[in-house]
């Protein structure tokens, strides 16, 4: 059983930072990708970041590109986005997910956790 399980969101103003984790457990990760997507109020899912679990080859998407960081622990099977200069449109709930395969699209992630808030006031 894949768990995906995230932490560190919270309240932040803007210009400030948050780091969120996402602990996997229950799959050999090591020839998978992971991926960070937000939901904003009234928004769809969209992509944030993705990390290639072997490799740790990133991308971003071009609204937090320079901003947002994401990392891997492999020994501990966690991955992190590191949040910087944060601006009011960053709220949203963060949900980390993992993929067979590179991708940026919501259906190309079968597994998800749960989402942490994040909200960045003016």
């Known amino acids: 059983q894949v768990q995906l399980v995230e932490s560190g969101g919270g309240l932040v103003q803007a210009g400030g930072s948050l780091r969120l984790s996402c602990a996997a457990s229950?799959?050999?990760?090591?020839?998978?990708?992971m991926g960070w997507f937000r939901q904003g109020p009234g928004k769809e899912r969209e992509f944030v970041a993705r990390?290639?679990?072997?490799?740790?080859?990133?991308l971003y998407a071009n609204s937090v590109k320079g901003r947002f960081t994401i990392s891997r622990d492999t020994a501990k099977n966690t991955v992190y986005l590191e949040m910087n200069s944060l601006k009011p449109e960053d709220t949203a709930v963060y949900y980390c997910?993992?993929?067979?395969?590179?991708?940026?699209?919501?259906?190309?992630?079968?597994?998800w956790g749960q989402g942490t808030p994040v909200t960045v006031s003016s």
């Open positions: 997910a993992t993929s067979p395969r590179v991708g940026t699209r919501s259906y190309d992630y079968d597994y």
């Open positions: 990390i290639t679990w072997s490799g740790g080859s990133t």
């Open positions: 229950g799959r050999t990760f090591s020839t998978y990708v």
